[in-house]
Each structure stands twice: as C-alpha cells, then as structure tokens.
C-alpha cells in the first residue's frame, strides 16, 4: 500500500509539473515582450560554499541538542512565538 502511494504521488507529481511546465512557456512565448530585461541575476539562486554547510550543520545539531536539553514548556512556548514571528514577516515579491 505504500510503495502504491509514493508511486501513484510521484506520477501525479511529474504530471501535474509537465503540464504547469507547458502552460509557463505559453505565457512567456505569448508575452515575451512585455517582461522587462533587468541585469539582476538569479534571484532564487543561493550559493552555498563549504565551510557554511559545514556551519549550519553544527549549528543545526548544537539547537537539537538545545531542544532536547531544555524541553520544557516555557521553551516549547517561546518556540512557537519565534516560529510565528517568522511566519508573519512581510513577503517580497520580485
């Protein structure tokens, strides 16, 4: 039953991301002259170098550690107002 489900999610997957595949490249043939050039580069690409993977994995351990050191009620509290917090920032759009 599971191998039936991670299949049959990962066709739907594939075929739902062709077909808004297909349907971006109509809108940009279609209004190809109507999108500004700008010279800004990738926005949606970070460039992560080895030293900083290598950091955040530490880090990452060091609050797992933490969480689980200090697992109490006020901690798992002030977790959630960080969290919310986080999730209320303004988006920007581009």
């Known amino acids: 039953m ?3 489900t991670i299949l049959c ?3 739907w997957s594939a075929w739902s991301s062709q077909e808004a ?3 971006h490249d109509k809108l940009l043939k ?3 002259e109507e999108i500004p050039s700008t010279n800004d580069g990738d926005r949606g690409v970070v460039e ?3 030293l900083s993977a290598i950091c955040f994995l530490f880090l990452a351990s ?8 200090l697992m109490s009620y006020w901690f798992v509290e002030l977790l959630v107002v960080v969290f919310c917090i ?7 759009y581009f």
């Open 2 to 4: 599971a191998i039936g």
């Open 9 to 11: 999610a990962s066709y």
């Open 86 to 92: 986080g999730g209320v920032e303004v988006p920007t």
């Open 21 to 23: 595949a297909m349907e």
């Open 30 to 32: 279609d209004a190809i």
């Open 62 to 69: 060091a609050f797992l550690v933490v969480l689980y050191k």
């Open 48 to 50: 992560i170098n080895t």
